[in-house]
């Protein structure tokens, strides 16, 4: 498949990135600077890229098959870009005529009750809540955008740099917790769920939930 990646520079695009390449796909990797540090693969290219400009989303994703987002408010930007980067994106693939979207979102936006959301819960950080609802303003608008092929992939509550490991479990709409009720996954397993739901499409219009 040919991939492109918005936020390939980041934490969980990097892992993505190499998800991806280690499975044979062809990925361009998108940021701001055109760079990507730590990927030497004769399949993978960076290249520069708004995610808040339609019309740059458009012309980068022409020709390809589905395009990856691990996009998120870089250093101390204001978290009120995630739903712009989500309308820009969604209007760029429209423009290119890509109709397959997976997007790292945040676990604020999975349910751990039938209508309790975990950002809504009294133990949720009040320090992460303006981004966990700026993730779900961006699932707002990947919602109403289901002319596209859509899914919204949410890691648990905590995320890490860590071992690949291949063993993890997801769940449509939910937060995936261990019987501690810990909700925790490494980045690297993170990326293979993101990546086999990209070439799977096994939650299309739905949100996914990944954790041990
Ligand atoms: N437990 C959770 O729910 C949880 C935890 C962690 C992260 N997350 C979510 O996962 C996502 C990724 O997190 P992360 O930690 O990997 O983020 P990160 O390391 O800060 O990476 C963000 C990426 O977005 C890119 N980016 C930002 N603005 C851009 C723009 N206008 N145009 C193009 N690229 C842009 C950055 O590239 P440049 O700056 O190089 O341009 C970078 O590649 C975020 O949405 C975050 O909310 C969820």
Do not use: C, Q
């Amino acid at each position: 498949m040919k991939v492109l990646l918005l936020g390939a520079s980041g934490r969980i695009g990097r892992r993505i990135a190499n998800e991806l390449l280690d499975r044979g796909h062809e990925v361009t990797g998108v940021s701001r600077s055109g760079t990507v540090e730590g990927i030497d693969d004769p399949d993978f290219e960076a290249v520069a890229g708004d995610a808040t400009d339609a019309d740059d989303v458009a012309e980068l994703a022409e020709g390809y098959d589905a395009v990856a987002s691990a996009l998120g408010p870089s250093g101390d930007e204001d978290v009120e870009v995630l739903p712009e980067m989500a309308e820009a994106v969604v209007a760029g693939l429209r423009e290119a005529g890509v109709d397959r979207l997976v997007w790292t979102g945040g676990a604020g936006g999975l349910n751990v009750g039938p209508d309790t959301l975990l950002v809504e819960t009294d133990e949720f950080p009040d320090e992460i809540e303006p981004l966990a609802r700026s993730a779900i303003d961006a699932l707002e608008v990947l919602r109403d955008a289901d002319d596209l092929r859509w899914t919204y992939v949410a890691p648990a509550a905590i995320i890490e740099p860590g071992e690949r490991t291949g063993e993890f479990r997801t769940a449509e709409g939910e937060l995936v917790a261990d019987e501690d009720g810990e909700s925790y996954i490494t980045m690297e397993d993170f990326a293979i769920a993101f990546v086999d739901e990209l070439e799977n499409g096994e939650a299309v219009h739905s949100r996914l939930g990944v954790g041990y």
